[in-house]
């Protein structure tokens, strides 16, 4: 008996989308991941705290891990500063700093196609 031959579609769930988009999506599209490199690009280097300030109802522990998996992303960028009092802040490396033209024409898409007010800490 031949082995079953499985759907392309089943085989391969990236097949239809594409693997870059996907893996795109994968880390930007998840909860605060685009508003954390977005606020990083428009205020630059940040502090935790003042990242949590930018970022309406965001809480201490989901930003530590979205800030965690852009680093291990090569988007962003920790550094502890020297103390007292020891801090630490964020930055966009050359690969976050790059999905500027990206986050712009979301941003552009947004303001033309959604409603407004919609979306997690609407102003």
Known sequence: MAPQEVPPSTA????????AITRAFELLGKRWSGLVVSVLDTHGPSYFSELRRAIPGISERMLSDRLTELADARLVVREVDEGP??????????????????????????????????????C
């Open 12 to 19: 391969n769930p990236c097949a239809g989308v594409g693997l």
């Open 85 to 122: 009092p020891l801090r630490v802040s964020y930055h966009l490396t050359e690969a976050g700093a790059a999905l500027r033209p990206a986050l712009g024409e979301l941003a552009t898409w947004a303001e033309i196609h959604l409603p407004p007010g919609r979306g997690p800490g609407s």
